[in-house]
């Protein structure tokens, strides 16, 4: 006769196998996928597009699987469905990591100048691992290619790479050929233009500071190659406009994207408006004297981080391997040739 503890031991097993059927039901992967549906919907609505809040409705689907797996013993019998199933698991729980742990984001770098870790916009899963800042590589120059239109073809961009040891190595990448470092891929883009490099020397003990201020993209709003920026110790923001009337980029012949060869610089302080060309040097009110070092350009990069990617392609082709070794085997059970025929 089973003693009482036997028997509470008894009922819990088979109170967690009941709920086990009841997780690994056609009834609650219903739910799961109307719970998924909905997040999907609600996030596709947000303006930032947090696509991370698919990950809980990813993990109910995912334990719903498992238990499917641990409660039907036809999963057990047949190997192919089991490995098909275990890999639509896996496919679901690195999906919901991914989005809890990416980052999708965009980033300007002028040329010659280096990545300094920052994005100016990016969207990330809230378990991302921020190395960003441990990123370092310089703009050397690129090269954009246009075919009459004009229309772009290809980008080559050469950076240097610097390594923990302080090398560093040369790559070319482009649109489809990322620079690739801690996880984190970069691709140039469409998107490029101009940067006025500038030296601030304010009065007094004040060190000199030199740095770009970088103009909308070019040639997509290149009738508004104008921005403003702010300078220490003064009160307004300066507003600057690049001028030029060289022709870049042909709609009639191959062309290839490079900084105009003569050009002018509008600035404007207030009431005070000056016309600058590279070596001219002007005094903003009282506070330091500004000047107008150069033109040079500048890239945009996506940059994207998902270490999830390669063990998602080993899980789908283990999924199409054991589907197929599955219907192979259920097939060769059968004859190929008709009974009614003979």
Avoid: C
């Amino acid at each position: 006769m089973a003693t009482i503890e036997q028997q509470r031991v008894g009922s819990r097993g088979a109170a967690v196998w009941h709920l086990l059927e009841w997780l690994g039901s056609l009834k609650f992967t219903l739910m799961a996928l109307l719970l998924l549906l909905g997040v999907v919907i609600r996030a596709l609505s947000l303006v930032e597009g947090f696509t991370w809040w698919v990950a809980p409705p990813l993990g109910v689907l995912a334990l719903n699987l498992l238990a499917a797996i641990l409660v039907n013993p036809l999963f057990r019998r047949q190997l192919p469905l089991l490995l098909f199933h275990l890999a639509l698991l896996a496919l679901m729980v690195l999906l919901g990591i991914g989005r809890m742990t990416y980052l999708k984001g965009w980033a300007e770098v002028s040329e010659g100048a280096a990545f300094d870790g920052q994005l100016v916009k990016y969207e990330a899963g809230p378990w991302h691992d921020w190395v960003l800042d441990q990123v370092r590589f310089v703009n050397e120059r690129f090269t954009i290619n246009y075919a009459p239109g004009p229309r772009r073809t290809t980008t080559l961009n050469q950076v240097r790479l610097f390594d923990e040891t302080g090398g560093s190595r040369v790559q070319v990448i482009g649109d489809d050929r990322p620079l690739i470092v801690r996880g984190y891929r970069f691709y140039t883009t469409f998107n490029k233009g101009y940067a006025p490099v500038f030296q601030w020397r304010p009065d007094g003990s004040g060190s000199p500071v030199t740095g770009d201020v970088r103009l909308p993209p070019f040639p997509g709003e290149a009738l508004r190659q104008h921005t403003t920026w702010s300078l220490p110790g003064l009160a307004e923001p300066v507003w600057v406009q690049l001028e030029f009337d060289e022709t870049i980029l042909s709609e009639e012949r191959a062309s290839v994207f490079r900084p105009p060869a003569r050009h002018h610089l509008i600035l404007r302080l207030g009431e005070q408006r000056f016309e600058m060309q590279p070596g001219d040097q002007v005094r903003l009110g009282e506070v330091g004297v500004l000047s107008y070092q150069g033109l040079r350009t500048w890239m945009g990069y996506n940059v994207a981080y998902d270490w999830t990617q390669p063990w998602l392609v080993a899980a789908v082709l283990l999924a199409v391997l054991s589907l197929a070794w599955h219907m192979g085997r259920k097939y060769r059970q059968r004859s190929w040739l008709s009974d009614t025929n003979h």
